[in-house]
């Protein structure tokens, strides 16, 4: 996402149109900046008071999962049973995938231990 242009910019363009009164095109053309960004500045005071950037917020995502103790004692008395089953016996709609991603998360494997076994072959030391 670009940067916004600062709120010193701002001001002064919107100085160079209401009390230097200058017109919306001259002032685009003399700071190089477009004139609907110009009037989106203009929009924005009126209705706000102030011309100051609107604050950058990446798009989210909305948690079906948000208590964590009461899921990781789900996952401890349903850990038996199938993600699909995990999603179907979870209050609210929910799918397999977010249990999978929400299992993940709080560290719950169906593995009965945490490390890889050894390889149970020897080497024998002869080159083949």
Known sequence: MPKPY?????????????????????????????????????????????????????PGNGHKITDWAKFREFAQTHGDKTQVEMATLWEGQISSRTISRALKKIGFTRKKRLMATANGMKPSGRLS
């Open 6 to 58: 600062s709120y010193d910019l701002r001001q002064k363009v919107i100085q160079a149109i209401k009390l230097d009164g200058l017109k919306i095109s001259e002032v685009s053309q003399l700071f190089n900046i477009s004139r609907n960004t110009i009037n989106l500045w203009l929009s924005r005071q009126t209705q706000t008071g102030d011309c100051q950037a609107l604050p950058n917020q990446p």
